[in-house]
Each structure stands twice: as structure tokens, then as C-alpha cells.
């Protein structure tokens, strides 16, 4: 595997540590404060500490901590590749060099009667949480065997143990049975300690990085995706293309057969004509709706321009211009709004308009004689947000429950359109939708088979 592979499956944790090393900084910095507090304030409370060590110790905390923050700010200018290891490197160095210190921190405030000897749980802590395996058992084996070395020391005379008043006694400091009960026990909390947490840390490793190799394989799906996408709206912009020039040829053809010809034409021939002409016309208007629907799925058509549209006027002058239609198909189109409300939405004009056309157009095609197309206009609040709702019902053939899923779908047409009438390309209604999507509105329908259907609009309102 390449460093640059590595990098990016890198878990989240794994990519956390890079940021500890500056953590453990600022957090030796509040020791370096609590080392000099406890050199002031704990020689009022426990007239036998000695102050002088814990100073000393401050100072040298502070020194190695400086030289950390140092390296730690080279290190975070090198390349990733050899960033990580770096910084695993500084951390466990700072950890060792920790210990040192609080090792002379114990011996000079109690020894085995230390108050401070359980801050080392916080270093497996620490190593266990975001440091390897290897090392959390590097640090168990150091910690058990420093403290013993140093309990040992004490109670020979190796070193002249520190009793405080207070809170050492003496004679435990001296016991070798308090000692090696002491050492049992301790050791043994951390290594159950430092266990339990190494096997939540290889579980959630494991998770992240399955996550992680997941995650990269969505990606490279969605690319896929994209990319098939992409290829299918240049296909799609070839064929209309290439389909046009023999098409308009074909119509040259028949119009001339027509003049040159005109009322000589035999009967049968005539009606052949007709046929052609029809299909010739359904052709280039599915070229037309392909190449729009290519343009609206292309990138930069993609992109509505949003203006405030008042709705009512443009849904008024929607219906007068399709009164004639309605009435030569023995419809009655009827609008139900507030003339008076001010109806505002963020909303792309021209594509807009498109839409309610193309609603209302299909409302006029598939309703029976006799009936009635309503287009109403409301502001609803919908999934806790305001918009404008746009309803066109009509009392036509319906749609049966099987089949809306699939209504928005390019080139399909639902088994009662197809009986009803043979004009319709299947497309009308996936352009119609997508367009309303690009400018943030939404498009839904609700249908009772042989009784009609209601096709809902909505677009986010203004005030």
C-alpha cells in the first residue's frame, strides 16, 4: 500500500492523534501549574514536603515541555507520509519523560503512601486510547516495575523516604507485605484497566476503518454514477442531434410530394402520407424533449436563476391563454385563489411557467368531456417550513396505485394514457419534475383510478 493510500483510508482516530501531541502540551502546562501550587500551598498544609524538588521538578516540566511544543510545530510542516509516525514518536517520548517526573513526584510526596501514584492510570489511559498495543504493554511493564524499583529503594535506604505528617505512615513505607500488596493490586488495575479499554479501541478501529472503506467505496459508486450520467446526457444530446437533419429531411420529402402532387395523390397513398407526417411530428417532438431534457440535466442549465414571482397573475394569464383548449375539449377550467393575498415565491420564471403548462396541458388531455380543471393556489406550512402550493386536479382517467412510483420516470406512460390517447412521448413529466427540483420545489401527485388526479406543486414561500 502507497503512503498516499494509507493516508486516506487513515480511521478517524488514527487521524485524531495528530492533533494530541499539541493537547498534551497545554495539559503539562496546567501540571507544570499544579506541580508549583502544590509546592506553595501544600508546605502551609504539610510543614514536611519539600518544596525545592517540586520546583525543581516545575522547571524541568517546563523545559521539556517547550522543546515538545517546538517539535511539534516541525512536525506538523512535514509531509503526511511521514507525519504520522513522527507524531506517535513524540507523544510516547513526552509519555516516558512524564513518567520520570512523576516518579519523582511520588517518591517526594509519600512514596507508597503517595496521593498523586494514581495519575499514572491517566497515562494507560492515555496509550490505550490512542497510542499501539505494543505500547500500552510497554507502558504496564515500566510503571509496575519503576514503582516497585522505587518502593524497594525506599524501604531498604537506598532512598530516605518522605514522610508527611498526616497522610504517610511510616511503617507501611517500610513493609515489604504492604509493598508487594499494593504492587499486586495497582498492577493489576491498569493491566484490567488498559485490557478492557484495548479491546473497545480494536473494536472501534475495526468499525472506523470498515466505515472509512465504505465510505471511499460510496464515493467511487457516486463518481461512477456522475460519470454514467454525464455519458448518458451526451448520448442523449448526440441522438437528437443526429436524429434531426434525417427527420427534417423526411418532412422536406413528404411537403414536396405534397405540392409537386396535391390532389392527384390516390387515396391510399394519402392516407399513407398522413401517417408518416403524424409520425414524423411525434419523432421531433420527442427529440425536442429529449434535448431539453439533456440541457435541464447538463451543469450549467442545471442552475435556476431564483426571482420573487407573484403568482397569481402568471397562473391568471396560464388560464386564459388555455380557456380555448379546455372549452373545444368540453372541460370547464376554473382557478381558486385570493385574488387579494400577495402569493410570493423564490421561483425561476420562465421554468415556472413551463411547469404549470405542462400541468395544466395534461390536466386538458386526459380528462373526459363534461368535466372540470381546477388549479388552486394556497400558502401551506409543510414539514415545518412555509410554501406556496400550487394544486391541478382534473376529473379524468386516473392513475392506478401500482403505477405512480413510476410516473415521474422518462419514456413511461401509464397503461390508461396509452388507451386514451396516442400522443405523449413519457417524458413531459420527468422534465416537468426535474425542473421544479432545480429550483428547490418539490412535485408530488394523488390519484383515484377512473376518478382523477391531483398534481401538487410546492415552492418555498416569501414574505
Not at 515541555?65 to 509531509?79: C, E, G, K
Request: net charge positive; proline share 5%; hydrophobic share 50%.
Amino acid at each position: 500500500m502507497t503512503p498516499a493510500s494509507r493516508d486516506a483510508l487513515r480511521t478517524p482516530l488514527e487521524a485524531a492523534t495528530l492533533a494530541r501531541v499539541a493537547w498534551l502540551v497545554g495539559m503539562r502546562w496546567a501540571f507544570v501549574a499544579g506541580l508549583v501550587l502544590c509546592a506553595v500551598a501544600g508546605r502551609m498544609l504539610l510543614p514536611d514536603l519539600p518544596v525545592l524538588p517540586f520546583l525543581l521538578l516545575a522547571l524541568l516540566t517546563g523545559a521539556y515541555n517547550t522543546l515538545a511544543h517546538f517539535l511539534n510545530s516541525r512536525v506538523a510542516a512535514l509531509p503526511e507520509e511521514r507525519k504520522q509516525a513522527l507524531v506517535h514518536a513524540l507523544i510516547q517520548g513526552q509519555i516516558i519523560a512524564d513518567w520520570l517526573v512523576l516518579l519523582a513526584v511520588v517518591h517526594y510526596s509519600g512514596g507508597i503512601e503517595s496521593p498523586l501514584l494514581q495519575v499514572f492510570v491517566f497515562h494507560v489511559v492515555l496509550s490505550a486510547v490512542f497510542l499501539r498495543p505494543r505500547f500500552t504493554v510497554f507502558a504496564l511493564l515500566f510503571i509496575t516495575v519503576a514503582l516497585n524499583l522505587l518502593f524497594a529503594a525506599e524501604a531498604t535506604g537506598l532512598l530516605q523516604p518522605v514522610v508527611l505528617r498526616g497522610l504517610s505512615n511510616p511503617e507501611r513505607q517500610h513493609s515489604w507485605l504492604h509493598i508487594l500488596h499494593f504492587s499486586l493490586w495497582h498492577a493489576l488495575t491498569l493491566a484490567v484497566m488498559a485490557l478492557l479499554l484495548g479491546a473497545v479501541m480494536r473494536g472501534l478501529r475495526r468499525r472506523e476503518a470498515e466505515a472509512l472503506r465504505m465510505r471511499h467505496r460510496l464515493e467511487q459508486a457516486n463518481r461512477d454514477i456522475l460519470r454514467i450520467s454525464e455519458e448518458r446526457v451526451r448520448l442523449m444530446r448526440t441522438m437528437g442531434h443526429e436524429l434531426r437533419s434525417p427527420i427534417a429531411a423526411a418532412q422536406s420529402m413528404l411537403s414536396a410530394l405534397e405540392l409537386s402532387q396535391g390532389p392527384a395523390l390516390p387515396e391510399a397513398v394519402r392516407g399513407i402520407h398522413q401517417r408518416i407526417s403524424q409520425r414524423l411530428l411525434g419523432l421531433t417532438a420527442l427529440i425536442s424533449e429529449l434535448l431539453e431534457l439533456a440541457e435541464q440535466r447538463g451543469s450549467a442549465a442545471g442552475q435556476a436563476v431564483l426571482r420573487r414571482v407573484d403568482l397569481p397573475p402568471m397562473l391568471e394569464a396560464l388560464l386564459a391563454d388555455q380557456m380555448d383548449r379546455a372549452r373545444e375539449a368540453g372541460l370547464a377550467l376554473v382557478g381558486d385563489w385570493d385574488g387579494q393575498a400577495a402569493h410570493l415565491a423564490g421561483a425561476d420564471p420562465l421554468r415556472l411557467q413551463r411547469v404549470c403548462e405542462n400541468l395544466v396541458s395534461n390536466a386538458i388531455k386526459y380528462s373526459r368531456p363534461g368535466g372540470t380543471v381546477s388549479v388552486s393556489l394556497a400558502a401551506v406550512e409543510w414539514d415545518g417550513a412555509p410554501w406556496v402550493e400550487i394544486r391541478v386536479r382534473d376529473e379524468g382517467i386516473g392513475i392506478a396505485p401500482d403505477q405512480l412510483p413510476r410516473l415521474f420516470t422518462e419514456f413511461y406512460r401509464t397503461p390508461q394514457s396509452r388507451r386514451h390517447t396516442t400522443q405523449g412521448t413519457g417524458l413531459g413529466l420527468a422534465i416537468t419534475r426535474e425542473l421544479v427540483e432545480s429550483m428547490g420545489g418539490t412535485l408530488g401527485v394523488e390519484s383515484v383510478l377512473d376518478k382523477g388526479s391531483t398534481f401538487i406543486l410546492r415552492l418555498p414561500r416569501l414574505s
